[in-house]
């Protein structure tokens, strides 16, 4: 029996994000990865591995590291890339990234990935060409995201496509909203 509160038929049950192994319940879209991470405690603070070339996750060299940041509340979404793969590792902040598959041949087209990762909660974030993805900062401080992509930035001929976040064709094109 319902118990009789007002508005008990409008809640909604809440799913868990992960399983009982701490496994992401959400279905991955095809080429994207992600590596948690799990800081070592030592006397002076922590460390915290960023990447591998032993990681599965690193399959191409790492070529250019830059660090990007976000202001708090600020979001920066959509890009996509069409050669270079991304791989993002927050440092500081709590964000939350998107990712949409609109690859129309893809076996997981329509599909939405969000992760939500901080200096708490590191992960690497690998995110193949031609997926929109872009992130919010969520957290309360300036946050800072080190990529590590597969290709350099070239300057003449930026491998960087944008579709403003809050433009109509987003909003048709990408089902998140901020």
């Given at each position: 029996?319902?118990?009789?509160?007002?508005?008990?038929d409008k809640l909604l049950q809440k799913q868990s994000a992960v399983s009982k192994s701490k496994?992401?319940?959400?279905?991955?879209?095809?080429?994207?990865?992600?590596?948690?991470?799990?800081?070592?405690?030592?006397?002076?603070?922590?460390?915290?591995?960023?990447?591998?070339?032993?990681?599965?996750?690193?399959?191409?060299?790492?070529?250019?590291?830059?660090?990007?940041?976000?202001?708090?509340?600020?979001?920066?979404?959509?890009?996509?890339?069409?050669?270079?793969?991304?791989?993002?590792?927050?440092?500081?902040?709590?964000?939350?990234?998107?990712?949409?598959?609109?690859?129309?041949?893809?076996?997981?087209?329509?599909?939405?990935?969000?992760?939500?990762?901080?200096?708490?909660?590191?992960?690497?974030?690998?995110?193949?060409?031609?997926?929109?993805?872009?992130?919010?900062?969520?957290?309360?401080?300036?946050?800072?995201?080190?990529?590590?992509?597969?290709?350099?930035?070239?300057?003449?001929?930026?491998?960087?496509?944008?579709?403003?976040?809050?433009?109509?064709?987003?909003?048709?094109?990408?089902?998140?909203?901020?």
């Amino acid at each position: 029996m319902k118990p009789n509160i007002i508005g008990i038929d409008k809640l909604l049950q809440k799913q868990s994000a992960v399983s009982k192994s701490k496994e992401l319940q959400q279905k991955q879209i095809d080429g994207v990865s992600i590596k948690f991470i799990r800081p070592v405690c030592h006397e002076d603070g922590t460390l915290a591995e960023i990447a591998r070339i032993d990681w599965t996750e690193i399959v191409n060299p790492i070529v250019h590291v830059h660090v990007t940041t976000t202001q708090a509340g600020r979001i920066r979404a959509w890009g996509l890339h069409q050669n270079s793969t991304d791989r993002l590792f927050v440092v500081k902040g709590l964000v939350s990234i998107v990712v949409y598959d609109g690859r129309m041949d893809s076996p997981t087209y329509g599909l939405l990935n969000e992760f939500k990762v901080s200096e708490r909660n590191p992960a690497l974030l690998v995110i193949p060409p031609n997926l929109y993805h872009g992130w919010k900062n969520i957290g309360t401080d300036e946050a800072f995201i080190i990529n590590m992509p597969t290709s350099m930035y070239n300057y003449e001929k930026p491998d960087a496509l944008d579709l403003p976040y809050d433009s109509d064709d987003a909003i048709a094109t990408v089902p998140h909203r901020w």
